[in-house]
């Protein structure tokens, strides 16, 4: 079925999902199809049960919702009911002239990676999302680091208050995001300016008006209100995943600086787990991030 007649269904499915993150939500989907790659079809493949959004690239067919864009990617539905809709979806593709399945950003727990792996497909792992498991203090949080990375995060900390001390952090809820702040910032960077075409720009811009997509940022600011560093996030249960970020290098540690502190104020918050998604930075691991894998299964159907 077309994507739009999907939604009910759709938003059903996500209800059985454990990790219900904006990636994998219709209106995620609907805004990439619409925005990010409107010449690709987007076709919902369902039993009522179990949803994928699929795209065809000649032979082959993709997760929608924007590999490069969507940290986590799958199908969606309760995990005991997975198994049966892809044993029936494979042979139905396979009528359709699809010659291969090519599926990624898939989790390294998702019960996709290994209904498929069983069925003879083949999983590769292409990066990795560093987690911090947050504990209840602050303190708990500098104990559990390395000595030596618990010594330059306080370290860092202080440089910048020292050197800065008229910047202050603030959080802004949906209604209150400055994207264009935050893309303007992201363009201080080559790799993210290359990676910001028109159309990524106006994706970013429908984030914060996504129904269903829980969104907030974190904000580094002058005493004369200039946002100087900025990150997205993601409140999603117990976690808050750390999104695209931007800063400007002539205040130098400021991108760090504020990560340390929106780490800090999802402890006070009772956030569980801190969610770097995709990309193995240093930075990541200075501040306790553990790897997690994210897979890209193949699998032919010839």
């Not at 940290?71 to 309760?78: S, T």
Request: hydrophobic fraction near 40%; aromatic fraction near 10%; proline fraction near 5%.
């Amino acid at each position: 079925m077309q994507l739009e007649e999907a939604q009910t269904l759709w938003m059903s499915a996500l209800l059985h999902e454990a990790h219900q993150y904006p990636f994998m939500t219709y209106a995620w989907h609907a805004a990439w199809q619409t925005i990010g790659n409107p010449a690709q079809k987007v076709t919902v493949y369902t039993d009522g049960d179990v949803v994928a959004s699929l795209v065809r690239v000649g032979t082959e067919v993709h997760f929608s919702g924007g590999e490069e864009v969507a940290d986590y990617l799958d199908a969606i539905g309760e995990p005991d009911k997975k198994p049966v809709f892809w044993e029936k979806l494979l042979p139905y593709l396979k009528t359709l002239g699809v010659s291969k399945l090519v599926l990624r950003n898939v989790r390294y727990d998702s019960p996709t990676k290994g209904i498929l792996v069983a069925l003879g497909g083949v999983a590769e792992e292409e990066d990795r999302t560093p987690v911090i498991r947050l504990p209840a203090t602050h303190d708990a949080y500098f104990a559990s680091l390395t000595r030596k990375d618990r010594h330059e995060l306080k370290r860092k900390i202080r440089k910048f208050e020292l050197v800065y001390p008229d910047t202050r952090f603030s959080i802004e809820e949906k209604e209150s995001i400055d994207m264009d702040a935050l893309l303007a910032l992201m363009k201080r960077n080559s790799e993210k300016r290359e990676f910001l075409t028109a159309p990524m720009e106006t994706f970013f811009q429908a984030l914060p008006t996504l129904p269903g997509v829980p969104i907030i940022q974190a904000n580094l600011r002058t005493d004369k209100g200039m946002i100087i560093a900025s990150v997205l996030l993601f409140p999603v249960g117990s976690s808050l995943l750390l999104y695209n970020s931007g800063y400007d290098p002539s205040f130098q540690g400021s991108g760090f600086y504020l990560k340390a502190k929106t780490i800090l104020w999802a402890i006070d918050k009772g956030y569980k787990e801190c969610n770097f998604l995709q990309g193995k930075e240093r930075y990541k691991y200075e501040l306790g991030g553990q790897d997690q894998p994210v897979f890209r299964v193949e699998m032919n159907l010839k």
